[in-house]
């Protein structure tokens, strides 16, 4: 069952969607997971739907909502700081632990790429948070845009935060780039995105991201668990990036590299990201603890 919900996050309404599995008893509480879509991603057509529709299969209610300024939230479109999606990820938290179906003590957070960023910083600073998957996620922004802008690249991508620094300081307004410029993916990998990604996003955004370092609060997510899941050879957000999260991490922790697919593990019938989430599921947040 999905049911189409409101959340409330800082004055602004989140266009959600929970999924409750089917059998589901009236009185019966459920662990559940908020889903956390990726860069100026959506809900909906995405490998947060994906992960949503999964986990409802295997009996977790699930929440999967739009961010501020993206999908059908609200909020500038286009116009995301990663300190926002953190406040979303944590207002939608409050939110889903007063819902009468679910076990307030076992909410998970599961996010793909920048909504995994996300998933790891909200759990290093919220003690609520019972456990955490990191879908090809990173730890800290400076360095993977390092990765994702190599060689001439780099010095390009420096010159576009700092045009958009100085015509925010002579405006007050945003400078607005194309996606691409901020995260480049490969064009055989763009039919993974969501039809609702969007695909012009500020440069403020960019600056957000480059300054954001869950690696610092990686460590404080113990002893709660976390998995940290990655494409081996990921052409979109570097591999290194999970490792260097496993290495700050305290126990437990596991870290699983795939091969076969880059960046959208769960991309296809995506079965060994399945049989691996699953098997981590069971031994650490069960569907019955």
């Known amino acids: 069952m999905q049911i189409p919900v409101s959340v409330p996050s800082d004055g602004l309404t989140l266009s959600g969607v929970l999924h409750i599995p089917e059998g589901h008893k009236p009185g019966e509480k459920l662990p559940a997971f908020l889903v956390l ?36 939230s609200g909020g500038a479109r286009g116009y995301v700081l990663c300190e926002d999606q953190v406040a979303d990820t944590r207002n939608a938290l409050t939110w889903l ?9 076992r909410i998970a957070v599961i996010g793909h790429s920048f909504g995994a960023a996300v998933a790891v910083y909200t759990a290093g600073v919220d003690e609520r ?20 802008h190599p060689g001439e ?3 390009k991508f420096l010159d576009m935060l700092a045009r958009g620094k100085a015509h925010k300081e002579k405006t007050g307004e945003p400078l607005w780039v194309s996606r691409w410029d901020v995260v480049p993916i490969p064009e055989h990998l763009r039919k993974n995105l969501s039809s609702k990604a969007l695909m012009t996003v500020s440069a403020d955004t960019a600056q957000s991201m480059f300054d954001f370092t869950a690696e610092n609060v990686v460590g404080k997510i ?36 795939i091969t ?6 769960l991309a296809g019938k995506g079965q060994p990201a399945r ?11 069960p569907v019955r603890a």
């Open 222 to 257: 113990a002893p709660r668990p976390l998995m940290l899941l990655h494409t081996a050879d990921d052409q979109v957000t570097p591999t290194e990036q999970s490792l260097r999260l496993f290495e700050k991490a305290g126990m437990p922790t596991e870290l699983h590299l």
């Open 260 to 265: 076969g697919e880059s960046h959208f593990p």
């Open 37 to 72: 879509h990726g860069f100026i991603g959506s809900k909906d057509e995405s490998h947060a739907e994906i992960q949503a529709n999964m986990l409802e299969q295997w009996g977790y209610a699930a929440l999967r909502f739009d961010m501020r300024g993206c999908g059908e």
């Open 129 to 148: 948070v019972a456990a955490v998957i990191s879908s090809c996620g990173w730890g800290h922004g400076e360095r993977k845009f390092q990765g994702q």
């Open 275 to 285: 049989d691996i989430i699953k098997g981590w599921l069971d031994r650490f947040f």
């Open 153 to 155: 690249a780099w010095p």
């Open 97 to 105: 632990a007063q819902r009468p179906e679910i076990d307030a003590a």
